[in-house]
């Protein structure tokens, strides 16, 4: 039933929140005979609590939400969510099993994509003017037509991101095509991902798609023959795209991105704006960035600071660095044995795309789906049983 729900939540239909926090009620109830937290893990949801009323309580002292209508409903999803969705994730570890666990982020996946490429049909080929050859004439839109939501176009990187869960599951899949009859379907969902990348133009994607290899890379190097030959073959990589970005200048520009120079920009000036409020603003040599004009800076953790400042992104970091660490031990161990590889390719190829979404898209990129789900895969994997050593 949870499986199924998070396929919807994927779906971004009408009411999807209200869909998540239905699911999150379900998994509490089956999780209700979990043993307690570990106390490193209690600590954590404390400063994420804090985190989430110092956003809430600053965001609304600016005026940049209103205690009331649509606002009010961000507010409490804000409050509740981060350190909701933890909690109830580190019970859900103690109790689900690896498989019931990877279904629930396969359904959300599988959501996500059925989404882009309703989408996609829908405002591109089955359009009053539209064809097949769309797909690709109009991969540089900048919007489409939504067949559902409030507004009737959206931007196409709001659409384009749910492609990229999808695309990270593509390497992983083929790895394990000849051991699990599951990596068939993670192929092709990873396929069809790619293909809605390209449709988009997008770049995320393909770096979503690269990162991928990452948890194949790790399931591979089991012994120090193999760490060490994976060590120079990614040193020969680097070393051979630089070479290609000295002799090819026309590549670095292909490559480039402008998030870059926002993120350049930004550090010189964030001192004078330690306090948020929407007010940093920098002249650089490749754009203007203003965030009272409503610009962001395309980073979940500068975006933060640029609304709410220091304090708040302190209490998440404080929060996210020891969950993610246990998580990283937590795969680590995972995808290193043959019968839960496959479950394990599924948590880190969410945990690959979330990685990619947070440090190149903007706060609460989307309508916030994503970002809320990835706190509830991140305390599954922070409380995978065998990493249980420092409770009391």
């Not at 939540?9 to 998994?27: D, E, V």
């Not at 859900?92 to 059925?114: C, K, T």
């Not at 930004?266 to 007010?279: D, E, H, L, S, Y």
């Not at 998440?316 to 043959?338: D, G, K, N, S, T």
Request: glycine content about 10%; some cysteine.
């Amino acid at each position: 039933m949870e499986a199924l729900l998070f396929g919807l939540i994927g779906l971004h239909l009408p009411k999807s929140f209200t869909l998540l926090y239905a699911a999150l009620a379900l998994l509490a109830w089956r999780t209700r005979k979990a043993p307690p937290l570990a106390p490193q893990l209690r600590w954590c949801l404390g400063a994420l609590l804090l985190f989430s009323i110092s956003y809430s309580a600053i965001s609304v002292h600016y005026g940049l939400w209103q205690l009331g209508g649509r606002d009010l409903l961000d507010l409490v999803s804000m409050v509740l969510l981060p350190a909701g969705c933890v909690w109830i994730g580190v019970r859900a570890a103690a109790v689900l099993s690896w498989r019931q666990r990877s279904w629930l982020w396969l359904a959300y996946g599988l959501g996500a994509l059925a989404y882009v490429w309703i989408v996609l049909l829908h405002g591109r080929v089955f359009s009053p003017d539209g064809a097949w050859l769309d797909l690709l004439v109009r991969r540089r839109d900048s919007t489409i037509a939504a067949p559902w939501g409030p507004d009737p176009l959206v931007n196409v990187r709001s659409v384009e991101q749910n492609a990229a869960l999808a695309c990270a599951w593509l390497l992983p899949g083929l790895w394990l095509l000849r051991r699990f009859a599951l990596a068939w379907l993670l192929s092709a969902v990873g396929v069809l991902g790619w293909a809605a990348t390209v449709c988009f133009s997008g770049r995320l994607g393909w770096l979503v798609l690269a990162l991928g290899a990452l948890p194949v890379a790790v399931g591979w190097m089991r012994s120090r023959r193999r760490q060490q030959a994976l060590g120079l073959g990614c040193l020969a990589g680097v070393t051979a795209l630089a070479l290609a970005v000295w002799r090819f200048p026309r590549l670095w520009l292909r490559l480039y991105d402008e998030r870059f120079d926002r993120f350049a920009g930004f550090v010189p000036v964030a001192p004078q704006f330690p306090w948020g409020g929407n007010q940093l603003h920098f002249q650089g040599t490749a754009l203007d960035f203003d965030a009272s004009q409503g610009e962001l800076m395309h980073n979940v953790f500068l975006d933060l600071y640029v609304r709410v400042g220091w304090l708040p992104l302190l209490l998440l970091l404080f929060a996210l660095v020891p969950l993610l660490l246990r998580a990283l031990a937590c795969l680590a161990i995972v995808l290193r044995q043959e019968k839960l590889q496959l479950d394990g390719f599924i948590a880190s190829g969410f945990l690959v795309c979330l990685s990619v979404q947070w440090l190149f898209q903007p706060l609460l990129y989307g309508d916030g789906l994503l970002f809320y789900v990835g706190f509830l895969l991140i305390g599954t994997l922070a409380g995978e049983p065998s990493l249980r050593g420092d409770e009391p």
